[in-house]
């Protein structure tokens, strides 16, 4: 802390001071947090399994424990790896290089896909139907694009154009290491950067895309084929393994409409080089180190990171994403306790009882609308930890001599998994996240709060301490996903997770009076020179943040040490409460880094996450004594309260 500043001054700086000043980023690092300690010590924990599980020459064939330690081994063994270059993309190169014609431009476009080398030109995955939520049905997005927004094309300002260089020179770079002359490389930068900036413009921004309704678009295959005369939908859709289907969910057809037009008007040379260069940038983090610390200088200028994080931990990372729920149930045997499940249980259903609480006091809404708003918050589904039923990957073939392979196998294998589920009932012990990950979600379609084993540690969480952290940390957690069922977004949703107004008309226009007062106090953050939160694109987190740490809040005043007055090292309960969120989101944040999230990310940057909330609190201003006068004063009538 830095009891030397005022909190009703600056909170962020009295609740962390000490901690900023003395925890730099490290070198490996682009941001260093609550988070990113609690993610370090969990890939250190995922590293030892790993080395255990590579180690073990006992394993039996076919079990969990000898097909993680193969995958890891394979991805370890940086010798064999260099020694490949780039021959496991030979192949590939030389045939999406040589296509003739649209519809073989288009073949390729569905192969790429199937067998996990790269995903062009746009997206495509299969999910619920939101407006009917038992069908899982194809979805296609815009896409096609590397850079992390489509802002960086279409921005002339000098951070974007270095960003602009940097990503053409990595392009460049990536084409001589396949023997590629250095001019002609200099081209096909230009010839893909052109390409993308056109995709990119085409593209909707991150705050339309917020939108349930803009982005459901739904046509038959037939009807959409006629949007786009170039694309025929029911054989492209056959090629890319989908079958059976009469109609396909678009999130953009604009963009379909404009990348119909740019199949025909950019030269088959051009599209050449873009699906080679989609195999490559697929590829590269995966092939010998010049392909890999390529795609390290170029990330280096789009994050500001200083040294590459090691190869035990990208391969850690890796193999918790391509098979996570094979290296979660080696880590969950030695790094979840049941004690913890059962005090989640018990904090997320008192989390909904002061949910139901708050909803029921509202003084803006009527009694139509909170019944539906309680019917859907009764409806929630939590699941905490891991998965009841653990993912197989089932016929995913895993060796220890051949990590390339691996990796495209288990692309391949995710593919193919993903299509399966048309024409099948809903899975809903789907985990959308694995057990080690730090981080929770909501999700509108399901209706349900996740919270993997991962994030159920301290600083978010400790059996052993008092309420007030607890309630703080995790419980301001769990409130911000349930509140997350009723930001601008999921509120949406009804309580079967099904896209459909449930709200009275009077009651829809005072909440979005609220949000949109709640959107202003975050566009007047500013984070890095001329930069400001986006209030607009944020939102959804700040109504999260704002709602959760309420409810977190009445939930804590329910227990014995809420309702008390007894100090803990000199602080009352109400101050451990929101210092304990307070430390959550305390961080350091390269400014590269911080650039770019600004643009991407829809959470708030954490010093604003720390302050946006509690400053519309009345129970923070009591806790800390702030008075009018103090920079983050604001007057009661101007505090912002949404649930
Ligand atoms: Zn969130």
Redesign the pocket.
């Known amino acids: 802390m830095d009891l030397s500043v005022k909190p009703g001054d600056d909170f962020y700086t009295y609740a962390n001071g000490a901690w900023l000043r003395t925890n730099p980023v490290p070198a490996k690092e682009t941001r260093w947090g609550s988070f990113n300690q609690l993610r370090d010590f969990n890939i250190n924990a995922v590293k030892t399994i790993l080395n255990e599980s590579a180690n073990n020459k006992n394993a039996a064939a076919g079990s969990v424990e000898k097909r993680v330690g193969d995958f890891y081994a394979s991805a370890m063994d940086s010798a064999a790896i260099e020694k490949l270059g780039y021959t496991p993309i030979k192949a590939d190169l030389a045939r999406v290089g040589s296509v003739k014609d649209v519809n073989a431009i288009l073949n390729e476009v569905a192969t790429l896909r199937t067998t996990g080398t790269g995903s062009p030109m746009f997206g495509f995955y299969v999910g619920q139907d939101r407006k009917n939520v038992n069908n899982m049905v194809p979805q296609l997005s815009q896409g096609g694009t590397t850079l992390p927004d489509r802002d960086y094309y279409l921005k002339d300002d000098a951070r974007s154009t270095k960003i602009q260089q940097a990503y053409k020179t990595y392009i460049t770079t990536l084409f001589t290491l396949t023997g590629v002359p250095e001019a002609t490389a200099k081209k096909n930068a230009e010839t893909i950067f052109n390409l993308e900036k056109k995709l990119a413009a085409a593209q909707m921004s991150r705050v339309e895309m917020r939108d349930p309704y803009k982005t459901y678009n739904k046509f038959s295959v037939a009807d959409f084929s006629k949007t786009t005369p170039n694309m025929d939908w029911k054989s492209l859709m056959a090629k890319m393994k989908v079958t059976g289907q009469d109609t396909i969910l678009v999130s953009a057809p604009k963009f379909f409409t404009e990348l119909n037009g740019l199949l025909t008007s950019t030269p088959v040379a051009d599209w050449q080089t873009y699906l080679q260069w989609n195999v490559l940038k697929s590829a590269a983090p995966y092939l010998s180190s010049d392909f890999v610390n390529a795609n390290f200088a170029y990330s280096q200028v789009l994050s500001g990171q200083k040294v590459q994080t090691p190869r035990w931990q990208r391969m850690s990372s890796l193999t918790d994403g391509t098979i996570g729920e094979l290296l979660g149930q080696l880590y969950v045997a030695k790094h979840f306790k049941p004690e913890a499940k059962a005090r989640m249980d018990e904090m997320i259903a008192n989390l909904i009882k002061a949910y139901e609480i708050r909803i029921k006091g509202l003084d803006w809404m009527s009694a139509e609308t909170k019944e539906k708003a309680l019917a859907k918050l009764h409806a929630f589904r939590p699941k905490v930890g891991y998965p009841n039923k653990w993912e197989t990957y089932q016929g995913l073939a895993i060796s220890r001599n051949a990590f390339f392979e691996n990796v495209r196998n288990s692309g391949e294998w995710g593919y193919n998994k993903m299509v399966s589920q048309l024409g099948k009932p809903v899975d809903r012990e789907r985990w959308g996240m694995t057990p080690p990950t730090v981080n929770?979600?909501?999700s509108p379609v399901m209706n349900e709060i996740v919270f993997p084993a991962g994030i159920l540690q301290f600083p978010f969480f400790d059996p052993n301490a008092d309420d007030a952290v607890n309630y703080g940390g995790i419980g301001a957690v769990i409130g911000?996903?349930i509140s997350?069922g009723f930001d601008d977004s999921g509120s949406q949703y009804d309580k079967d997770g099904t896209l459909r107004n449930w709200w009275t008309a009077e009651d829809l226009a005072k909440f979005k009076e609220k949000a949109k007062a709640l959107q202003e106090q975050y566009d007047a953050y500013t984070v890095l020179d001329t930069i400001h939160v986006n209030g607009k694109l944020t939102l959804?987190?700040n109504i999260?943040?704002l709602g959760g740490l309420n409810a977190a809040y009445e939930a804590f005043k329910m227990t014995k040490q809420g309702k008390s007055k007894k100090k803990i090292d000199g602080f009352t309960p109400d101050q451990r409460f929101f210092l304990s969120w307070a430390q959550v989101w305390r961080g350091n944040t390269l400014p590269e880094t911080t650039a770019q999230l600004i643009v991407t990310d829809?959470?708030s940057p954490g010093e604003y996450r720390t302050i946006g909330a509690p400053v519309n609190m009345d129970a923070w201003y009591k806790a800390f004594n702030v008075k009018p006068g103090d920079k983050l004063y604001k007057k009661p009538e101007d505090r912002n309260k949404i649930w």
């Open positions: 929770a979600y909501y911000h996903e997350h959804g987190e999260g943040d829809p959470h």
